[in-house]
């Protein structure tokens, strides 16, 4: 770990519990006097905290000193995820939060199950670790949208990930937003609608599942 994620760093003292507790005095076995760093993840400040007293169930700790310290990707990758089981984007936020993706538009397109819903506090629970482990100083902002067709009108300069002969590593200097079909990838009547100069691809004729080919996306773009 990097540093504990606390929704409450920055004040003169923090109390933990539960899981906190555990990894912290459980599993890496801090003692009285140890100075530990945590994160609140909202703004960009690293905060240094002495532990003061261990109890059976928690410990609190003072504050020593804070520094501001961003840990982000130079580029910014707004990503429309059509929506796809929810088991599969709590399988793969963490990488896609560790390849420094900004944010996070789950979209219900034409070939997304209706009945599926995400837990917006269960996956900011995964990113919270998921940023404790690799240093990133936020993580990745989620919203969800009804349509493509909503998401177009506000974001009119989307790329769309689709089979196309231009590669996306040719453009991924110009690309900020990108949409990412669902299982089954996207209707022809979506199709139809897309910016013919706007739809990339990748160097294979292999179909990829969506949780793939987010995440090859995302690395050829951001890294």
């Not at 520094?67 to 793969?92: F, G, Q, R, Y």
């Not at 009804?146 to 996306?168: A, C, M």
């Not at 979506?190 to 996306?217: H, M, P, Q, Y």
């Amino acid at each position: 770990m990097q540093f504990s994620y606390h929704e409450d760093a920055k004040e003169s003292n923090l109390a933990i519990n539960n899981d906190t507790y555990k990894y912290l005095i459980k599993a890496r076995r801090h003692k009285v006097g140890d100075e530990i760093y945590f994160r609140n993840l909202n703004d960009s400040f690293a905060y240094l905290y002495k532990l003061e007293s261990i109890g059976r169930k928690d410990a609190l700790l003072s504050l020593v000193s804070s520094e501001e310290k961003i840990v982000e990707n130079d580029k910014k990758l707004h990503l429309a995820w059509c929506m796809v089981d929810p088991k599969t984007i709590e399988k793969n936020i963490a990488s896609l939060n560790e390849l420094g993706v900004d944010k996070i538009t789950f979209v219900y397109c034409e070939f997304s199950q209706k009945n599926f819903n995400v837990n917006i506090e269960k996956l900011n629970r995964i990113l919270y670790n998921s940023s404790s482990q690799c240093g990133r100083s936020s993580i990745i902002k989620l919203e969800i949208c009804d349509s493509l067709e909503e998401f177009l009108q506000k974001n009119p300069d989307s790329y769309f990930l689709d089979f196309s002969t231009t590669n996306i590593e040719t453009k991924k200097h110009d690309i900020k937003t990108l949409i990412i079909g669902c299982e089954g990838g996207f209707s022809q009547d979506e199709r139809i609608t897309f910016d013919k100069n706007k739809v990339v691809g990748f160097k294979s004729s292999l179909i990829l599942r969506s949780e793939t080919a987010i995440i090859s996306a995302s690395s050829k773009v951001l890294i």
